[in-house]
């Protein structure tokens, strides 16, 4: 698995990615906590990728929606 070292100088694994509309959504756990799980959204940007956080409670919670519905088990 992929793995990214983000702001905070800890390392997450990416465990998930979800493309939606203009975003990629990245979910992420921390690989010394499994209890620290964020949400980032990969953008380019001057030709270059990078991770940035969500911008509000409203984004956040259209991405848990979108991890949750995928993974959901019937």
Do not use: P, W
Not at 7 to 14: A, D, M, Q
Not at 62 to 68: D, H, M, S
């Amino acid at each position: 698995m992929e793995s990214i070292v983000l702001e905070n100088g800890l390392e997450y694994v990416i465990v998930d990615e979800i493309k939606y509309l203009d975003n990629n959504y990245l979910y992420l756990l921390n690989i010394n906590n499994d209890k620290d799980f964020c949400i980032r959204k990969s953008i380019k940007e001057n030709g270059n990728e990078i991770v940035k956080g969500l911008k509000d409670v409203s984004e956040y919670e259209t991405a848990l929606k979108l991890y949750i519905d995928k993974n959901k088990k019937d």
